[in-house]
């Protein structure tokens, strides 16, 4: 469970929202446009303010692969090419950088960081393909979730030692889920940066910070539905319904696997942003294979 905790303690923070607005219509291509854009700035200043503060040497006495800063050197430059293509495409309205802010102190903990990263935009454009209209964007968006996906995986095998997937298909994660979890490390934004349509939900946290399949975890959130609620946990294309306790605890079943994204909702038939509670969590339960 080599980077759960870290996961715990970098989601757990206040999040400054990115200029979002209520989402009261299908989003159109321009707004699915500038959300990608926004999370493809986050991992571009990400890799340029680590690159910037470590050298090889640094990465090497960190006990990381000799190989691993030249790769991050590459990963650093398909962002920026990313940036370019989709600022290309949207012209003057294109949405500037916004501040951030990063938890890592060394370059161990920067890699642990990019794993969860390239993660989370491989599923965030799993899950915001389904919204454009156009074949050309929706073309170009499978190319850079392929590119995501294999830094992903990279990151997290060859440089972590973890495992390289989490089974036959990633999740699929909305927006609003995805906004949750980027809108962390961001402090502000432009004014002049156009709204998105997204919204934040409230932090979901979870001790202890590393339980494996099987374990009692308790949860840590705001809560004021007055109706039961349910822990649903994503992996792969399936959603897993665990009711909660009255104390907020939950048993983690025993056959997950890989990375998951978990929520608190109010339904356990489906999860939808109406009945979100809290979250996104990420757990990580190696395959011990």
């Known amino acids: 469970m080599l980077y759960s905790a870290f996961v715990v303690s970098l989601l757990a923070v206040s999040a400054a929202v990115a200029r979002p607005v209520s989402r009261n219509k299908r989003p159109s291509d321009t707004d699915i446009l500038q959300y990608a854009l926004t999370l493809e700035h986050l991992e571009r200043a990400f890799y340029n303010e680590a690159l910037g503060k470590f050298d090889e040497k640094d990465f090497t006495d960190a006990g990381l692969p000799d190989f691993a800063r030249k790769r991050f050197v590459q990963i650093s430059e398909h962002e920026q090419t990313h940036v370019d293509f989709l600022t290309t495409a949207l012209g003057d309205i294109a949405v500037k950088p916004c501040e951030y802010s990063f938890p890592y102190d060394d370059p161990k903990s920067f890699a642990g960081l990019s794993m969860v990263l390239e993660g989370v935009g491989t599923s965030a454009y799993i899950g915001a393909a389904q919204f454009l209209e156009n074949k050309d ?141 809290a979250g996104p969590v990420i757990m990580i339960f190696p395959d011990d294979i």
Do not use: M
Request: proline content about 7%.
């Open 137 to 277: 964007f929706l073309t170009a968006a499978a190319s850079v979730l392929a590119t995501e996906a294999r830094h992903a995986s990279w990151v997290s095998a060859a440089v972590n030692k973890g495992d390289p997937w989490s089974g036959p298909f990633d999740v699929p994660l909305d927006l609003d889920q995805v906004f949750s979890l980027a809108a962390a490390f961001i402090t502000s934004c432009p004014d002049s940066n156009a709204k998105l349509p997204v919204k934040a939900f409230p932090v979901l946290s979870f001790s202890p910070a590393t339980p494996y399949p099987g374990d009692s975890v308790q949860l840590s959130y705001d809560s004021s539905s007055g109706k039961k609620e349910y822990f649903a946990i994503f992996t792969g294309l399936t959603t897993i319904f665990v009711e909660i306790s009255h104390d907020k605890k939950v048993t983690i079943p025993s056959d997950v696997v890989g990375t998951v994204y978990g929520v608190v909702t109010t339904s356990n038939e489906k999860v939808s942003d109406d009945n979100t509670v």
